[in-house]
């Protein structure tokens, strides 16, 4: 599957810390039901064995639904599930060589917070790039909000799809508007909803709406 712009729309990131009454399956499916356009799955605690179990059954979901699933961090579970790619920040893998480990036919998804940064992903080989945390947020509490002149600025630079990530929500996704993002990647504002289903088609609106802003 190739990376389109259209898959960062309402782009949901897994948090193991919302599971409730619902299985991680079923907070997925209902996020799917609701028009997540991509799906990540981030798992920091999970063993090997669980960790890959799981990723092949959202790996199956995603594929039912026709939507993008990406595993955060680990290359090795990425290949191991048939993932459609696999997501670094700056700290895992270099992007150059996470590209060498899954080849030219998997999606490489990058997070960046500089225009350096950006365009170095970019060069070595990521189809799109995660920029955060546009907001204060809770999920990751050493992340300095990144501005919204440095947000325009990596837009500006590069030429692959782009999504906003961090503290972002129902009430400030309007606030990106202008901004050159192709859409939001949200954890808590999914995954801690009462009704996941819903509060999906909801922020899809409003992703659409400020994409076209």
């Known amino acids: 599957m190739r990376c389109d712009r259209s898959h960062m729309l309402l782009y949901a990131v897994t948090d193991r810390a919302w599971l409730g009454k619902q299985s991680l399956h079923e907070q997925v499916e209902a996020a799917l039901k609701g028009g997540a356009t991509c799906v990540q799955l ?39 599930c048939g993932a459609d790619g696999v997501h670094v920040g ?3 893998m270099e992007a150059g060589e996470v590209r060498r480990r899954i080849g030219e036919s998997m999606i490489l998804g990058v997070s960046a917070h500089t225009v350096e940064e950006a365009r170095r992903a970019v060069r070595d080989g990521a189809d799109y790039l995660g920029l955060g945390a546009v907001f204060p947020t809770g ?10 002149g440095t947000l325009r600025a990596i837009c500006g630079a590069v030429d692959v799809p782009v999504v906003a990530i961090g503290g972002i929500n129902r ?26 289903e819903e509060a999906c088609r909801e922020l899809r609106a409003l992703s659409e709406k400020m994409v076209r802003s």
Do not use: H, W
């Open 42 to 80: 981030r798992e920091k605690e999970l063993d090997r064995e669980d960790f890959l179990r799981e990723a092949r059954d959202i790996c199956a979901l995603c594929r039912r639904y026709g939507v993008p699933f990406i595993v955060n961090d680990d290359v090795e579970i990425a290949v191991a």
């Open 90 to 92: 700056q700290e895992d």
């Open 171 to 196: 009430g400030n996704i309007l606030s990106l508007a202008g901004s050159g993002v192709d859409g939001v990647a949200l954890v808590s504002a999914i995954f801690s909803a009462d009704n996941i």
């Open 139 to 148: 999920t990751k509490t050493d992340a300095e909000p990144m501005s919204n």
